[in-house]
């Protein structure tokens, strides 16, 4: 059975609380639920998990080899500023969808750098919630 790794950075515990006008009011653990509802319908396995500490997520990438075939990521503000998660992704050589809620591109430009796109097989942003089974869509597409 194929398995995905789906890994949530720094502040991502907080969707559904704050700044819904940017990020939704769905919560992390609604779109969790989302995403198990998806993946059993395919029979795919996925772990769903989400830290804001960046050596904790470099950690989970680690662990992902071996065990999972594919990482959909959103790494949050990590995105724009970690070369230590670029390099955890190139390191187990596993194929890593990005993964945004909220579409970077028409936001502050800071936002616009991503150093997860330079090992990544594609991105997806700016579709909220649905942008998670969108990913898990693209990756099995991807695995194929
Ligand atoms: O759009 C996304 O998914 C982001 O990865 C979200 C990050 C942001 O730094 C990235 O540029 C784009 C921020 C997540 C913060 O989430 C919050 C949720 C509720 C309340 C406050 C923050």
């Known amino acids: 059975m194929t398995s995905i790794l ?11 609380t704050r700044q819904p006008e940017v990020y939704g009011s769905t919560t992390l653990k609604d779109i969790e639920d989302l995403c198990a509802k998806h993946a059993a319908d395919q029979s795919i396995a996925i772990s769903f998990q989400q830290s804001n500490h960046e050596g904790a997520l470099v950690d989970a990438i680690h662990t992902a080899r071996g065990v999972h075939d ?15 998660l670029m390099d955890a992704i190139s390191s187990v050589a596993l194929p890593a969808i990005e993964l945004h809620l909220s579409n970077v591109h028409a ?22 919630a ?10 099995m597409d991807h695995l194929s």
């Open 107 to 128: 936001r502050e430009e800071f936002r616009h750098k991503s150093f997860i796109s330079k090992v990544s097989v594609g991105v997806i942003c700016g579709f909220g």
């Open 130 to 139: 649905k942008g998670y089974t969108l990913a898990i869509d693209a990756m």
């Open 70 to 84: 594919g990482i959909i990521l959103n790494a949050g503000a990590y995105t724009h500023t970690s070369i230590a």
């Open 6 to 16: 789906i890994l949530n950075g720094p502040n991502l515990n907080l969707l559904g």
